[in-house]
């Protein structure tokens, strides 16, 4: 697969910012919007929802000076690139429509939601001569980056498995509106999964197989925050996920998802080597510490500590993709690299619903880890 650049359309020498619209005004669109904020290369400009009420929120609470019809932000002549942040059921119909107006979009994870519809966004995004970027973008923060670059120097040796684990009691903990969650496409494996495949794949490269096993502790949930805490709803996806991957290098993986953990002290993610082991606090954030103990330590030292202020942030693999837009260069966030873990992870679907049988894989990932990113202006 390619960088996602290939023949993509000049004309941006000289030029700038990239003219952003957003779509989809729900939950993160205000972390989105701040981030962006102060990003030179980016000029959020319009936003537009499915509920004009909470397109004229957003717009009122960050000075955006055009709220268009979601079919004019689409249609938009102003704009040059759609910030998809609607739900994942919709990602691909609303993605196809921006490309087909000539706007480059970046999206909110997943790619899609099937294969065929995440295939059918790179061949129309190609053919355009367009880009595509998708979250998640964590990959690029300190957190990742460190880890990749102790993998890359050596630090232990040749890469022979990594162990990552995300496991909490589910997102109605925090999410007034959390049934889309719960939903067939959603749960822990394509709601967190995304950012953990992302990483994984990003250290140890392309997956050439997989096997899992699902199970669902309760078939209903409670909303637990917001105006309608207390209401129950159906569970329609497994809420916890056992998955094995084999990596192309011959690498071996464990990845769990769950949304039916009270608490936990697993580690979250850990490369083991030749020479020594990376223990990193986190896959699904830009940030954390990362120990490394090479075979002849006698404990971990602690690489980068975290938080930090320059950990990166939800959006910076859009900043990445308006750079590699005006630059003519290829970015990092890239569909290819989305399709990829969405084929992952719809083949660790397939496998648990086939009682772990293994799947294999068709796409690879030609530059697995990517280029460090320069730091967002002002980290
Ligand atoms: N909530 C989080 O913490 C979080 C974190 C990371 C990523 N994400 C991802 O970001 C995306 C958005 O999540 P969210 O929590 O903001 O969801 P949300 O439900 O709060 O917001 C989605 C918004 O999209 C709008 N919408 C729905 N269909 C539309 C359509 N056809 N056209 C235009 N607008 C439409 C809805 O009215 C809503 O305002 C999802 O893909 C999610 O996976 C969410």
């Not at 595509?132 to 980056?145: K, S």
């Not at 260069?329 to 569909?335: D, M």
Request: glycine residues 12%; negative net charge; charged residues 20%.
């Amino acid at each position: 697969m390619g960088d996602g650049s290939a023949g993509s359309r000049g004309g941006y020498a000289g030029r700038g910012p990239v003219r952003v619209g957003v779509l989809g005004c729900g939950n993160v669109s205000s972390r989105y919007v701040a981030n962006l904020a102060g990003q030179p290369e980016v000029d959020v400009v319009a936003c537009a929802d499915a509920d004009p009420v909470r397109a004229r929120a957003l717009a009122a609470a960050h000075a955006l000076p055009e709220i268009p019809s979601v079919d004019d932000l689409l249609a938009h002549p102003g704009l040059d690139l759609v910030l998809n942040l609607t739900p994942p059921r919709v990602h691909a119909e609303l993605t196809l429509r921006a490309l087909a107006y000539d706007k480059h979009v970046y999206t909110e994870k997943p790619l899609a939601t099937s294969l065929a519809d995440a295939r059918r966004i790179l061949d129309t995004a190609r053919a355009r001569k367009l880009r595509v970027g998708t979250a998640p973008d964590t990959f690029l923060g300190t957190g990742p980056r460190t880890c990749a670059d102790l993998v890359t120097r050596g630090a232990i040796g040749t890469p022979v498995s990594v162990n990552a684990a995300m496991m909490n009691a589910g997102p109605e903990r925090f999410h007034p509106e959390p049934e889309f969650l719960y939903q067939e496409g959603a749960g822990p494996l394509f709601d967190i999964g995304p950012y953990y495949l992302t990483v994984l794949t990003a250290l140890m490269g392309s997956v050439v197989r997989v096997g899992a096993l699902g199970a669902t502790a309760r078939p209903e949930r409670v909303v637990l925050t917001g105006p309608r805490a207390g209401s129950t709803f159906p569970v329609q996806t497994p809420t916890h996920v056992n998955t094995v991957l084999e990596f192309a290098t011959g690498a071996l993986g464990m990845l769990v998802t769950s949304f039916d953990v009270t608490a936990t002290r697993t580690p979250h993610l850990e490369i083991h080597g030749t020479g020594g082991t990376i223990v990193a606090a986190q896959a699904n954030s830009w940030g954390g510490p990362v120990l490394l103990r090479g075979a002849g330590d006698t404990d971990f030292t602690e690489v980068v500590s975290g938080p930090q202020a320059s950990d990166g942030f939800m959006g910076m693999g859009l900043v990445d993709l308006a750079r590699a837009i005006l630059a003519d260069r290829p970015a990092l966030a890239t569909a290819e690299r989305g399709f990829h873990v969405l084929e992952v992870l719809t083949a660790i679907a397939d496998s648990a619903r086939d009682g772990g049988r293994f799947v294999p894989m068709t796409s690879t990932l030609e530059d697995p880890g990517g280029r460090q990113p320069a730091a967002p202006a002002g980290r």
